[in-house]
């Protein structure tokens, strides 16, 4: 299996600019998440999705951030307008949350895009 | 609301001493799950172990143990014999349901010399 998939792995982008980041996840997986990684802040998670479903986006900063899963192999991480602050490492990650399945509740995170806005 | 807190911000030691790190955590659920990540100077978020509330036992993987101790609410990792390649930020997180989101500590930098 590859693993949880972004890209792109460096982003380096001017304020205002909009900035999108992809992730993968792994196969099979029924639940993705989105961190957001800062020196200030530490690891923080923006949203997560369940069946391609957002379940919880309590995290995202503010209306400049938006997330989408389409499918369930697919998801993006969207920022528009983008600024300064915004940057950090981003990751996303993984999982299988079924009963009697192994590894169940392991999130398996992939290399993350580090997110550089000038 | 969950809380996880590493009081260790930093670490040295020199190779082949052990060292443990601190966790402790706080929710009201009575059904939880921690983990330890291990974050090397790639930046790779690196699972390495989950335990379930209801199962106190302790664990040993090679030069890896945890001490989880439901009383004091606590999850402490401990290398024995550490290595220079042992050299990582440490991360134990916590969660309330299987699959939901991880609730992360400020991590354990920990620096391992030759």
């Known amino acids: 299996d590859a693993g949880v998939i972004q890209s792109p792995r460096h982003e380096v982008t001017e304020m205002g600019q909009e900035v999108t980041l992809r992730c993968k996840p792994i196969?099979?997986?029924?639940?993705l998440f989105w961190y957001r990684q800062t020196m200030m802040r530490g690891l923080e998670l923006l949203i997560y999705f369940n069946n391609n479903v957002p379940i919880d986006d309590s995290g995202m900063p503010e209306d400049r951030f938006s997330a989408k899963m389409p499918n369930a192999s697919f998801s993006t991480l969207k920022i528009q307008p983008s600024e300064p602050r915004d940057s950090a490492v981003y990751f996303c990650?993984?999982?299988?949350?079924?009963?009697?399945?192994?590894?169940?509740?392991?999130?398996?995170f992939g290399p993350g895009t580090r997110l550089t806005v000038l | 609301a969950q809380k996880v807190t590493q009081a260790q911000t930093e670490i040295s030691v020199v190779e082949k001493e052990d060292v443990t790190l601190d966790c402790v955590y706080e929710?009201?659920?009575?059904?939880?799950?921690l983990f330890w990540y291990k974050q090397p100077p790639s930046g790779e978020l690196v699972f390495l172990i989950r335990?379930?509330?209801?199962?106190?036992q302790n664990e040993i993987s090679g030069r890896y143990s945890w001490n989880f101790q439901k009383s004091t609410s606590s999850f402490n990792f401990t290398i024995t014999a550490s290595q220079v390649v042992d050299s990582a930020v440490y991360f134990c997180a916590l969660s309330i349901n299987a699959g939901n989101m991880l609730t992360f500590g400020g991590g354990t930098r920990l620096m391992v010399k030759p």
């Open positions: 196969s099979g997986h029924d639940y």
């Open positions: 990650a993984s999982s299988l949350a079924r009963p009697g399945v192994s590894p169940y509740n392991e999130q398996f």
């Open positions: 335990r379930n509330s209801f199962d106190e």
């Open positions: 929710t009201r659920d009575t059904t939880y799950y």
